[in-house]
Nanobody
Framework: QVKLVESGGGLVQPGGSLRLSCTAP????????AAWYRKAPGSQREWVAS???????AYVDFVKGRFTISKDNAENMVYLQMNSLQPEDTAVYYC?????????WGQGTQVTVSS
């Protein structure tokens, strides 16, 4: 079992930035794939970005150029830097880790973009 804990959400004005963090027990992110998903009210949960054990990244089109996923294996952390946030980015953001075809999810952190 891998327990993931997200943090860093909050209220931000349009155009602002937030950095989400996802932490896990030691050495978790040395293998497998970590990802961020989000779920807006009334919508299904959707994939946002992924990072592999080797550091390769991928993004959904609507966040390219604005969001950056990264990780620090030594600190057991995965990050999502979010810039130029817009109201449509408002959602609960979830960290997911996949290893050996098993998915582990965090509890989510709320991001609200509003003036």
């Amino acid at each position: 079992q891998v327990k993931l804990v997200e943090s860093g959400g909050g209220l931000v004005q349009p155009g602002g930035s937030l950095r989400l963090s996802c932490t896990a027990p030691g050495n978790t992110f040395y293998s497998g794939v970590a990802a961020w998903y989000r779920k807006a009210p009334g919508s299904q949960r959707e994939w946002v970005a992924s990072i592999t054990s080797g550091g390769a990244t991928a993004y959904v089109d609507f966040v390219k150029g604005r969001f950056t996923i990264s990780k620090d294996n030594a600190e057991n952390m995965v990050y999502l830097q979010m810039n130029s946030l817009q109201p449509e980015d408002t959602a609960v953001y979830y960290c997911k880790f996949t290893r050996r075809n098993i998915d582990y999810w965090g509890q989510g952190t709320q991001v609200t973009v509003s003036s």
